[in-house]
């Protein structure tokens, strides 16, 4: 990877698998000039979930999370940039759907804070932790694009 560049763990998340807006969100991240780097569909089991979303087990919406997110398949990816970890926090907008800008993912798209969309990473540390947990090294690609220097010109 390159020099300054991150990598962060999106979900497509149930309810967007359900509403068919997996190439939308996908786009969206294409279109911003991220590279992905890693991709497979899965369901979530118990395990996993109660993994991904431990900082949230005493929260009162936590089994709520829970049940939702392990109640049909995620899409899972592995998008890398510069700054990736923000990028995609920023094109997901606020975790309340309600009150996400217009032009993110979840203002455009979403309407309900626990039917939000998307998940990423919220921080470099996470991210590390999060790709691991989804992804075996084997499973993440390298590649060079060549529109890349239209997009990240090297200084
Ligand atoms: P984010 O997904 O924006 O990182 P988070 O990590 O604070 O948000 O919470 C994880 C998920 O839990 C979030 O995407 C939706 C759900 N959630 C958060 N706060 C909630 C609340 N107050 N009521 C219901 N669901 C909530
Ligand atoms: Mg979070």
Redesign the pocket.
Known sequence: MTTGYERTLVLIKPDAVHRGLIGEIISRLERKGLKMVGLKMLQLDQQKAAIH?AQ?RDKP?YQE?IRFITSAPVVAMVWEGPGAVGVVRKAMGA?DAAQADPGTIRGDLALD??H?LV?GS?SPEAAEREVALFFNPEELVEYTRAVDRWITPPR
């Open positions: 979303y949230h919406f999370l975790t804070i626990g939000n998940h919220e």
